[in-house]
């Protein structure tokens, strides 16, 4: 028997929950085996929140204080693992957010929304367009959101609409556990943390971080650098995981 407190406890209930969620069509299916992905690099990494994740949700944290139109970006699994702590960082950092769906219906849009006005999210609503220079449906965004963002913050992002957005001139903060993927290569920052660990320290970082260090953070800002060090932290406990 697992106990309460351990993370694969906690790990087990969230499966569940995106099972569920799934079932109600606000997780896509392809959302769950990007959640199956998820969870085999949380293992590598430990579960836990590292010392260079730390850095880079501290970083993430002066990048979204200091942009002038920060758009968070909301897809079906960030909706159904975060909802509630995405409202505490809107809160402390004052982004717009707006749902951008790979798998896009008009149904699951609403859906998403929904979810997200319920646990305290102000959504940026209204008429999409195909703004993006994407080919398929992420394309689909709102002029005065994401398309007029100066900086966006990608949860759980596929490679091409990251690479997009960095092409169209934006700051690109990704959140992903995989930190060789091509969306952690390409983004101008990468959390490789678990989102729902990642997400309350951006926020709390947002509250405590003072001027002189949200500067030297954003000074030395070097993703490569966090990115090998993400890998670092994984081969040194790998190579003690027999032990
Ligand atoms: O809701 P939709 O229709 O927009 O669909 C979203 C999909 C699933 C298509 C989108 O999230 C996607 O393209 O996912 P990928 O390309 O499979 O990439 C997801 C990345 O996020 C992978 O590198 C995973 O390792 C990582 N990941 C999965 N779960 C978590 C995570 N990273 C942080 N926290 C997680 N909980």
């Not at 897809?75 to 896009?104: D, K, M, S, W, Y």
């Not at 700051?171 to 309350?200: H, M």
């Not at 003072?210 to 500067?215: D, G, I, N, P």
Request: hydrophobic residues 45%.
């Amino acid at each position: 028997m697992i106990p309460a407190d351990h993370p694969r406890y906690r790990s087990l209930v969230i499966r569940e929950r995106m099972a569920a969620f799934a079932r109600e069509g606000i997780v896509s299916w392809e959302g769950l085996t990007a959640h199956g992905r998820g969870e085999a690099f949380d293992y590598l990494i430990g579960e836990r929140t590292t010392d260079s994740a730390r850095i880079a949700e501290r970083t993430a944290a002066a990048m979204l204080l200091c942009a002038r139109h920060p758009v968070i970006s909301i897809n079906g699994n960030t909706a159904a693992l975060a909802a509630p702590a995405i409202a505490a960082l809107q809160r402390a950092c004052g982004a717009l957010v707006e749902v951008n769906l790979f798998h896009r219906t008009e149904e699951r849009v609403r859906q998403i929304e929904a979810l997200l006005r319920d646990a305290g999210v102000t959504v940026f609503s209204g008429t999409a367009e195909q703004l993006l220079p994407l080919s398929h449906d992420r394309a689909w965004c709102r002029r005065e959101g994401m398309y007029a963002a100066d900086l966006v913050l990608v949860p759980l992002e596929d490679g091409d609409r990251c690479e997009a957005l960095v092409r169209m001139g934006k700051q690109v903060i990704a959140i992903d556990l995989n930190p060789l993927s091509r969306t952690a290569r390409t983004a101008t920052l990468t959390v490789v943390d678990e989102l729902t660990r990642a997400l309350p320290a951006i926020t709390d970082a947002c509250t405590t971080l003072t001027s002189r260090e949200q500067a030297q953070l954003l000074d030395s800002l070097d993703n490569h650098y966090l990115l090998k060090k993400a890998m670092d932290e994984i081969t040194a406990r790998l190579s003690h995981a027999l032990d």
